[in-house]
Nanobody
Framework: QVQLVESGGGLVQAGGSLRLSCAAS????????VGWFRQAPGKEREFVAT????????YYGDSAKGRFTISRDGVKNTVFLQMSSLKPEDTAVYYC??????????????????WGQGTQVSVSS
């Protein structure tokens, strides 16, 4: 069992930046693929970004390309999502998810076994 805790959400003006964190207490997190997803009210959950266990490979959804960066810190057992040039349409609850698998990336939410509780990101115009 991997418990994930997101933090870093909040209210920001359009054009601003936020850094989300996804922390886990279990060391197996370092052997896991991690993804970020988001869900806005009335919309389906959307893939944002994913990173493999080593941090050497990443993949982004179209809405995140060029603006968001996913990274991980093995010492802190944390994955980050740096978001820049935020837009009102980025407003959503952001979730991190994990799957114990070395080397792989996953962009389908069904591929992930463990989920955090989510953190709200609100971008004002």
């Amino acid at each position: 069992q991997v418990q994930l805790v997101e933090s870093g959400g909040g209210l920001v003006q359009a054009g601003g930046s936020l850094r989300l964190s996804c922390a886990a207490s279990e060391r197996t997190f370092s052997s896991s693929a991690v993804g970020w997803f988001r869900q806005a009210p009335g919309k389906e959950r959307e893939f944002v970004a994913t990173i493999n266990s080593s941090g050497g490979s990443t993949y982004y959804g179209d809405s995140a390309k060029g603006r968001f960066t996913i990274s991980r810190d093995g010492v802190k057992n944390t994955v980050f999502l740096q978001m820049s040039s935020l837009k009102p349409e980025d407003t959503a609850v952001y979730y991190c998810a994990a799957r114990l698998k070395l080397g792989r990336l996953y962009y389908h939410s069904d591929a992930y076994y463990y989920w955090g509780q989510g953190t709200q990101v609100s971008v004002s115009s």
